[in-house]
């Protein structure tokens, strides 16, 4: 088991921006299917896709909101380990004689 903890904070933030693009792609597909209307034939397939879209823009509704916090979720822990990172490296004593090297 490895004693260290390692975290990108600029790949939570890469993750975060994905769940807001599948966020988008549900946003783009929502009443799709039930603008079609009476051209998708008898009245027993508009009535069960009118049925599936109602379902869907239901479902899509509650993984929106579960996507929208996970991305901020990811957000907030990026910015959180991002600043703990910073305010531990300022603690650190400086040893003099070479700047720019990581102790």
Same mark, same amino acid.
């Given at each position: 088991?490895? +004693? ?5 904070? @600029?790949?939570?933030?890469?993750? =975060?921006?994905?769940? +807001? ?7 783009? /597909? ?12 008898? #009245? ?5 896709? /009118? @049925? ?5 823009? #239901? #479902?899509?509704?509650?993984? @929106? /909101?579960?996507? =929208?916090?996970? =991305? ?7 910015? #959180? ?7 531990? =490296?300022? /603690? ?12």
């Amino acid at each position: 088991m490895a +004693d260290q903890l390692s975290v990108d904070p @600029d790949g939570l933030v890469t993750f =975060a921006d994905r769940m +807001d693009q599948a966020r988008s792609q549900f946003d783009i /597909s929502s009443g799709y299917v039930g603008s079609m209307g009476s051209e998708t034939g008898p #009245a027993e397939v508009c009535d069960g896709l /009118s @049925d599936f879209d109602r379902r869907w823009t #239901a #479902a899509r509704q509650i993984m @929106d /909101s579960y996507f =929208a916090g996970i =991305a901020t979720v990811a957000r907030n822990v990026a910015t #959180a380990l991002t600043a703990t990172d910073q305010n531990l =490296a300022g /603690s650190l004593p400086h040893f003099g004689g070479h700047p720019g090297v990581d102790y």
